[in-house]
């Protein structure tokens, strides 16, 4: 995959601008919260939560064929995107522990609620394996 960021735009903190994908089969992810094993929310804030949701994204991608680096498109929706804001450095170490130093395109969106009522934030994405 080749990471696209122009020189012309912003640079990209966190995320890619665009990820040109070659041939290969898609693989859709659904959203992952911070559930454990028993269906749980666990983790008290942002940065917990958020490693949780991108382990059990990254075990439903690895299931599936696909690793860190086959993540073509990331959505995070958070239930506070000013708390996601003041906590990026935090979770872009989380990201660099779990899921290395190539970004994919990335979108952060605030959400009302998610469907577990006690999570924070839900990441969906999808990976492109060769």
Request: aromatic fraction near 6%; proline fraction near 5%.
């Amino acid at each position: 995959m080749e990471r696209v960021n122009p020189a012309h735009l912003a640079p990209p903190t966190g995320f890619s601008h665009a990820v040109r994908a070659a041939p290969g089969t898609l693989v859709f992810l659904a959203g992952q919260t911070a559930l454990d094993g028993a269906g749980r929310i666990v983790g008290d804030g942002i940065v917990e939560q958020f490693e949780r949701a991108l382990t059990n994204l990254l075990d439903v991608a690895a299931a599936s064929g696909a690793g860190p680096a086959d993540l073509a498109k990331l959505t995070v929706f958070a239930v506070d995107v000013a708390d996601y804001r003041r906590h990026a450095r935090e979770i872009g170490r989380v990201w660099k522990r779990l899921a290395g130093g190539d970004y994919p395109a990335m979108a952060v969106i605030g959400a009302t609620r998610l469907w577990d009522e006690t999570a924070l934030v839900e990441i969906e994405g999808i990976a492109v394996v060769r």
